[in-house]
């Protein structure tokens, strides 16, 4: 299923234009994990049928990460935000 993700630098654009990043969790301050946390990341997650908040990164653009908040059941995405905006 195809959808629309707003880049907060370059607008909006088709999701094949973004890489997805995993589950924005508590704690992701953007510093370097530790083993324990790399490993939660990467296979303990939530996968939640409903709204998520998520990383991505606009690969075919400006290479930014960002934030997004989703619905994962309808792919309706509610906001954006860059990494360093407080929600």
């Excluded at 993700?5 to 995993?22: I, K, M, S, Y």
């Excluded at 324990?36 to 997650?45: D, G, I, V």
């Amino acid at each position: 299923m195809s959808f629309v993700l707003e880049c907060p630098h370059c607008g909006p654009r088709e999701v094949t234009d973004f890489r997805f990043g995993g589950e924005v969790r508590p704690g992701d301050d953007g510093g370097r994990p530790d083993a324990a946390a790399l490993t939660r990341t990467l296979y303990l997650r939530a996968n939640v049928d409903g709204v998520q908040r998520e990383w991505w990164q606009h690969r075919s653009g400006c290479g930014a990460w960002f934030r997004a908040e989703r619905d994962t059941g309808t792919n309706r995405v509610l906001r954006t935000a860059a990494a360093e905006v407080a929600w």
